[in-house]
Every structure is written in structure tokens, then in C-alpha cells.
Nanobody, 124 residues
Framework: VQLQASGGGLVRAGGSLRLSCVAS????????MSWHRQAPGKQRELVAR?????????EYKDSVKGRFTISRDDAKNTVYLQMNGLEPEDTAVYYC?????????????????WGRGTLVTVSS
């Protein structure tokens, strides 16, 4: 299963961006969907996670609570990250990560896929 992330760009502090991540393939389920980021010289860190429908559970990095919102559209095999009130400290490459099941050759298979990343740059 391949993931295609998009929506990054250059924005001024206080601005907004919406990231999208689309999964391709015969997707049966998306059990865990998350966004991570990696700033220059730093380790990759979890930003937000959403798990299984219909009663989704949410998890956010403390510094983004109240500013970022993760959501999913199962019909489109897509996860979103709405980022408001962006700060220069949010500058990083953002990666999506999805775990679930897909169907191929008459069998169900698990997948654990990462997108290539999309760069978010916030100027002060």
C-alpha cells in the first residue's frame, strides 16, 4: 500500500495549512492513522494519531493541542491534518503513517506504510 502526502508549503506564523494523505490499493481497513514530523537535526516525533472507526480515539502532541486537528475519510482512504496557528517551531517534514489491511490475490494482508513526507515551513 502506497501513501501520497500533500499540502505542505511556506506559510507565515499564525497561518494555516491542511495536509492530506491518500492510501492507494485495495484497502480493507485503516486501523491506525497518524502524522509525524522531523525537524532538521531532530528525531521524528508523533504529532497526531487517530484510530479505528466508528469510535475513533485521538492522540496529540502537547504542543499542537488546540491548533492541529486530525481527521479521516474512510471512503476516500484519506487522512488529513488541519494545522492552524502555525508557529516557526512547527517547521519540519511531515510524514503520514497508516496501518491496516488490504486485499490482494484472494487474501487479506496487513500493511504498515509511510508516506514520503511533505515539507512545512513557517516563517516568523
Amino acid at each position: 500500500v502506497q501513501l501520497q502526502a500533500s499540502g505542505g508549503g511556506l506559510v507565515r506564523a499564525g497561518g494555516s495549512l491542511r495536509l492530506s494523505c491518500v492510501a492507494s490499493g485495495y484497502i480493507i481497513s485503516m486501523n491506525s492513522m497518524s502524522w509525524h514530523r522531523q525537524a532538521p537535526g531532530k528525531q521524528r516525533e508523533l504529532v497526531a494519531r487517530i484510530t479505528a472507526s466508528p469510535t475513533s480515539d485521538y492522540e496529540y502532541k502537547d504542543s499542537v493541542k488546540g491548533r492541529f486537528t486530525i481527521s479521516r475519510d474512510d471512503a476516500k482512504n484519506t487522512v488529513y491534518l488541519q494545522m492552524n496557528g502555525l508557529e516557526p517551531e512547527d517547521t519540519a517534514v511531515y510524514y503520514c503513517h497508516i496501518q491496516g489491511d488490504y486485499y490482494e490475490e484472494k487474501h487479506l494482508h496487513p500493511y504498515n506504510s509511510w508516506g514520503r513526507g511533505t515539507l512545512v515551513t513557517v516563517s516568523s
